[in-house]
């Protein structure tokens, strides 16, 4: 394998050259004998300001390829006492010792398949960033968090979360999941859900720390607290969407429902699904904090963007609204959203779509705000 060094935040590291595997002028990173995503920089970045929030002891970075996250980790925030970096492929373990080496990085360097190193260890900070569905590795990742851990996850099989692919949304989240207007946040949601599912058999809770949706993945920090009570409490959170395709209407709550209660049509449901906070503010709020010290970031002004937003956001837990969906179904035109934003007042952008909007206001006063712009 030809290898070339490329820098990455304070890392510098070999990854395998990518003329070398390029077919027909194209490259995907999991043609590389190993992975590494430069697509995947900004999910690092704003790894790297959430692991500074949580300045964990020890870390498990359990497949971590290049192990570009891991070496991100100690070398972007206070080192923590133990590192452990995992992959099952052989030539990946030679890349992350190299890399491990280069950057004066003190990690245990382990060639195991990731549920069963997982099951048999524990840390302060389980980092889990699979190909596709993190599902296979949720019962491991969370049995080796600590009381009061965190737990990482990233997943790129946005067609089942989204409701495009719904029996494999059925096989891998065990969730029903038909297409809906607001689909990023449905997908977000049906993952916490299943990951709320998983921690209660081992009678853990998660509380999101941060939640979000970029380009082509989800990525999602949670905390974990051990206790029966609190799973049941975490529970308590899950429940169901719907939305009717004739009126737009859309519902969230515990009970399932299946006709429509304003037009009486059939509605569309997705669920069960996390209806719970998808962020702890004040957490959002130390992560500004932490990138303020890393002008260092060629992310830096959209991390800075993009953590705002959520902020903004996040004072809104109610899924958003489609602007071009819901002007649709009034076969209206779409006003302006800054316009839209201004009629409800209490009201947000969303990271999730351009095309939506996070509101305290219902659907019957987001209604009234389309209608009314379209009669100016
Ligand atoms: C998406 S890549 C990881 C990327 C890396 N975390 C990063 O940020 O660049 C997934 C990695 O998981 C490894 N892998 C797949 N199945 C595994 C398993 N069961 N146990 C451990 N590693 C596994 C693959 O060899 C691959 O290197």
Same mark, same amino acid.
């Given at each position: 394998?030809?290898?070339?060094?490329?820098?990455?935040?304070?890392?510098?590291?070999?990854?395998?050259? &990518? @003329?070398?595997?390029?077919?027909?002028? *194209?490259?995907?990173?999991?043609?590389?004998?190993?992975?590494?995503?430069?697509?995947?920089?900004?999910?690092?970045? !704003?790894?790297?300001?959430?692991?500074?929030?949580?300045?964990?002891?020890?870390?498990?970075?359990?497949?971590? +390829?290049?192990?570009?996250?891991?070496?991100?980790?100690?070398?972007?925030?206070?080192?923590? &006492?133990?590192?452990?970096? /995992?992959?099952?492929?052989?030539?990946?373990?030679?890349?992350?010792?190299?890399?491990?080496?280069?950057?004066?990085?003190? +990690?245990?360097?382990? /060639?195991?398949? +990731?549920?069963?190193?997982?099951?048999?260890?524990?840390?302060?900070?389980?980092?889990?960033?699979?190909?596709?569905?993190?599902?296979?590795?949720?019962?491991?990742?969370?049995?080796?968090?600590?009381? /009061?851990?965190?737990?990482?996850?990233?997943?790129?099989?946005?067609?089942?979360?989204?409701?495009?692919?719904?029996?494999?949304?059925?096989?891998?989240?065990?969730?029903?999941?038909?297409?809906?207007?607001?689909?990023?946040?449905?997908?977000?949601?049906?993952?916490?859900?299943?990951? +709320?599912?998983?921690?209660?058999?081992?009678? *853990?809770?998660?509380?999101?720390?941060?939640?979000?949706?970029?380009?082509?993945?989800?990525?999602?920090?949670?905390?974990?607290? @051990?206790?029966?009570?609190?799973?049941?409490?975490?529970?308590?959170?899950?429940?169901?969407?719907?939305?009717?395709?004739?009126?737009?209407?859309?519902?969230?709550?515990?009970?399932?429902?299946?006709?429509?209660?304003?037009?009486?049509?059939?509605?569309?449901?997705?669920?069960?699904?996390?209806?719970?906070?998808?962020?702890?503010?004040?957490?959002?709020?130390?992560?500004?904090?932490?990138?303020?010290?890393?002008?260092?970031? &060629? /992310?830096?002004?959209?991390?800075?963007?993009?953590?705002?937003?959520?902020?903004?956001?996040?004072?809104?837990?109610?899924?958003?609204?489609?602007?071009?969906?819901?002007?649709?179904?009034?076969?209206?035109?779409?006003?302006?959203? @800054?316009?839209?934003?201004?009629?409800?007042?209490?009201?947000?952008?969303?990271?999730?779509?351009?095309?939506?909007?996070?509101?305290?206001?219902?659907? &019957?006063?987001?209604?009234?705000? !389309?209608?009314?712009?379209?009669?100016?």
């Amino acid at each position: 394998m030809r290898l070339v060094e490329i820098s990455e935040g304070k890392a510098k590291i070999l990854v395998p050259d &990518q @003329r070398e595997y390029e077919r027909e002028g *194209k490259f995907d990173p999991a043609w590389a004998p190993v992975f590494y995503n430069t697509r995947m920089v900004f999910n690092r970045d !704003i790894s790297v300001l959430a692991v500074s929030v949580i300045s964990p002891k020890n870390i498990v970075d359990a497949l971590s +390829a290049t192990g570009i996250r891991g070496i991100r980790y100690y070398l972007e925030t206070t080192p923590p &006492q133990t590192l452990v970096l /995992n992959d099952l492929d052989k030539g990946a373990i030679e890349l992350i010792k190299a890399n491990s080496e280069r950057n004066g990085v003190n +990690a245990l360097v382990t /060639n195991r398949d +990731a549920n069963s190193l997982l099951f048999e260890t524990s840390a302060d900070y389980v980092d889990v960033d699979p190909f596709g569905t993190p599902s296979p590795f949720i019962l491991s990742s969370i049995k080796a968090t600590r009381n /009061n851990g965190h737990v990482a996850y990233t997943a790129t099989d946005l067609s089942p979360l989204e409701g495009k692919a719904k029996m494999s949304c059925k096989r891998k989240y065990d969730a029903e999941n038909s297409k809906l207007s607001f689909s990023k946040e449905v997908g977000v949601r049906v993952l916490i859900g299943k990951i +709320a599912r998983e921690a209660a058999i081992l009678e *853990k809770a998660v509380i999101p720390e941060i939640a979000f949706y970029k380009d082509y993945y989800y990525r999602v920090i949670l905390k974990v607290k @051990r206790g029966a009570k609190r799973a049941d409490e975490c529970l308590n959170n899950l429940g169901f969407y719907s939305e009717c395709n004739n009126c737009g209407f859309s519902y969230e709550g515990k009970e399932r429902i299946d006709r429509c209660p304003k037009c009486g049509s059939p509605m569309k449901t997705a669920g069960p699904l996390w209806l719970g906070n998808l962020y702890n503010m004040d957490f959002l709020t130390r992560m500004k904090e932490e990138l303020k010290t890393r002008s260092y970031l &060629q /992310n830096f002004s959209k991390l800075d963007y993009f953590i705002s937003l959520l902020i903004k956001e996040g004072k809104y837990n109610q899924h958003y609204f489609n602007l071009e969906f819901l002007s649709s179904k009034l076969r209206l035109n779409i006003p302006p959203k @800054r316009k839209i934003l201004e009629c409800l007042g209490d009201a947000s952008e969303t990271h999730f779509d351009p095309k939506g909007i996070k509101t305290s206001k219902n659907f &019957q006063e987001t209604l009234s705000c !389309i209608k009314g712009l379209n009669d100016r």
